[in-house]
């Protein structure tokens, strides 16, 4: 950043000077006078040139450094927002924000100094007239005022149109992901030209704030170029009327005519001005995600215990809903609990925050008698391990995927987590084994949850949460995982969301939900007398048929 404001302040300096050297030149040529000048005029000119590659590569530099900066910085702040981020930043808003916004606002330092550094000359160009001829400088100061004015009337329009154009933008690109996701569902509903028409929906409104922006610049350019014209004409006019009386030289003539175009001419302005303008509009979309409060952590060691989580009073709330409603609840270290309940009672609430992926709107989570938001981050990320029902899985190799931590475990911790979460078998058959490319290995549903699975395994967690991951898993996978957390894992505080009958009769303890409250908790065989709660796991009858044979019956999900 020093070298680019040091190129556009001694650029700046030599435009200024340029126009006197050469009119010193060429009264040197005339008078008969020595050469020095004309020399002098020459390096100015050669070092313009090289001033200007410079420039550029300063420039350049300073750019791709601040906009690295910038996403780097963005980045770590949207993922320390919390789960819910995503929710009011869809991907694809977020990749222009942190793309094509990021580019535009990592300018703005690089345009400010230019946009100071190129009034230099037009200030330097006034004093120099004033030193020629004070009218000289009088008739240029005459039209200054209308300028400032409409450079300002010019950044006002141009700040507004720029900002609605990158919304828009930045909504088009959410679409854009969210079809690209969804492609496989598009396709088979056959909806395909339906969605383009949904993704290009507001294309127009895009075209209309691009060609105002467009507009607002030809505009600008117009009103120079009707005024900077009468200005320099009547430069060169007086300036004519004083070389005739005898009162400056030729040379003199020739630096006021250079300087009137320096001190008029918004050509050197007007592109910085423009740049600002975008880099404005960039930056205010990235300073609305870097001024959402982050989730903040505690500075507090790991505590003494087992395990043990407590709900004290949790409540969360979505909108007037509320998804979990005063719960108090006990999960006793070193247990194997189920989780269970109908879709929509809070299974997947309860369980984000007994892991802190989310805060509660009213009370607290403690682990082993501490409040989870006293603990810091790196402390609860090793205290507390999850698995979910469709991992993200991130690393070069498989390998890479289930070490994936803020510990790095050993390669035998891996291939012992690959192998109790029953992913060894087809892991071994890849043509590297653990070594191979995780881009390059197509995963089935099922076997990127092991995977999955294999990541939270191969950590020793104190807690451990289980969100749904039997979804993809076959009946036999499912048995052997749970053999997995009653046998080898038993050490470890299991939490375990539980949609089959099966995993919730080989719990110690069942947390029963139903619309947000705890129902019961009690022991599998206790509840099973409770019609209700077998209905949970029970197929879903449905309505008699006309013929008086009941219909076929769907299990739950």
Not at 54 to 72: E, I, M, P, Q
């Amino acid at each position: 950043m020093i070298a680019a404001g040091f190129t556009v302040v001694v650029l700046a300096v030599l435009d200024t000077a340029l126009p006197a050297v050469l009119g010193r030149a060429v009264d040197s040529i005339f008078g008969n006078a020595p050469a020095a000048w004309v020399f002098a005029a020459a390096g100015m000119v050669a070092g313009l040139a090289a001033m200007d590659a410079a420039d550029d590569l300063a420039v350049g530099f300073a750019t791709a450094r601040s906009t690295a900066w910038l996403r780097r910085e963005l980045l770590r702040h949207f993922v320390r927002l919390g789960v819910s981020a995503p929710e009011r930043y869809p991907p694809g808003d977020l990749a222009s924000r942190m793309v094509g916004n990021a580019t535009q606002a990592g300018r703005a330092a690089v345009d400010i100094v230019r946009a100071v550094a190129n009034l230099l000359p037009a200030l330097g160009a006034i004093v120099a007239l004033g030193l020629i001829d004070p009218w000289l400088c009088l008739v240029v100061g005459a039209g200054m005022p209308l300028l400032v004015v409409l450079l300002r009337a010019f950044v006002r329009d141009a700040s507004g149109l720029a900002a609605r154009y990158l919304e828009v933008q930045g909504a088009i690109a959410a679409r854009l992901a969210g079809a690209i996701a969804g492609a496989r569902t598009i396709a088979a509903s056959g909806t395909i030209h339906r969605e383009t028409d949904r993704v290009l929906a507001e294309l127009p409104q895009l075209h209309h704030e691009g060609l105002g922006l467009w507009r607002a610049q030809a505009r600008i350019m117009t009103q120079q170029g009707l005024l900077v014209p009468l200005l320099e004409v009547a430069v060169l006019a007086l300036a004519g009327v004083e070389l005739a009386r005898g009162h400056i030289t030729p040379g003199a003539l020739l630096a006021a005519a250079q300087y009137a175009i320096l001190a008029t001419s918004l050509t050197s302005v007007l592109p910085s001005l423009t740049r600002l303008v975008r880099a404005r509009a960039g930056a205010a979309r990235a300073w609305e995600v870097m001024r959402e409060p982050t989730v903040a952590h505690g500075a507090g060691a790991a505590p003494r215990g087992d395990g043990r989580i407590e709900f004290r009073g949790v409540t969360v709330r979505a909108g007037d809903r509320a998804l979990l409603d005063h719960v108090d609840l006990v999960i006793p270290g070193g247990a194997l609990t189920a989780i269970v309940g109908r879709s929509g009672s809070g299974k997947s609430v309860l369980t984000g925050l007994a892991g802190r992926l989310a805060d509660p709107d009213e009370g607290q989570v403690l682990l082993d008698g501490t409040a989870l938001r006293e603990l810091g981050h790196d402390t609860l990320r090793e205290l507390i391990g999850y698995a979910f029902e469709r991992p993200a899985l991130f690393g070069d190799t498989i390998g890479d995927a289930i070490a994936f931590g803020v510990s790095t475990p050993s390669p035998g911790a891996v291939a012992q987590a690959a192998r109790r979460a029953d992913a060894d078998g087809f892991v071994e058959r890849l043509p590297q084994g653990c070594a191979n490319p995780l881009a390059a290995t197509p995963l089935s549903g099922g076997e990127a949850q092991r995977l999955g699975l294999a990541r939270a395994f191969a950590h020793p967690a104190r807690v451990l949460i289980l969100d749904d991951v039997a979804a993809s898993l076959d009946t036999v996978t499912d048995f052997r995982i749970t053999s997995v957390l009653t046998t080898a894992l038993a050490g470890r505080t299991r939490i375990v969301v539980a949609h089959r009958v099966s995993t919730a009769s080989r719990a110690d303890m069942v947390v029963w939900l139903h619309e947000g409250r705890v129902r019961a908790v009690a022991p599998h065989p206790e509840l099973w007398r409770d019609a209700g709660y077998r209905a949970i796991f029970e197929p879903a009858r449905l309505a008699p048929h006309p013929n008086g044979h009941r219909r076929g019956a769907r299990t739950a999900a």
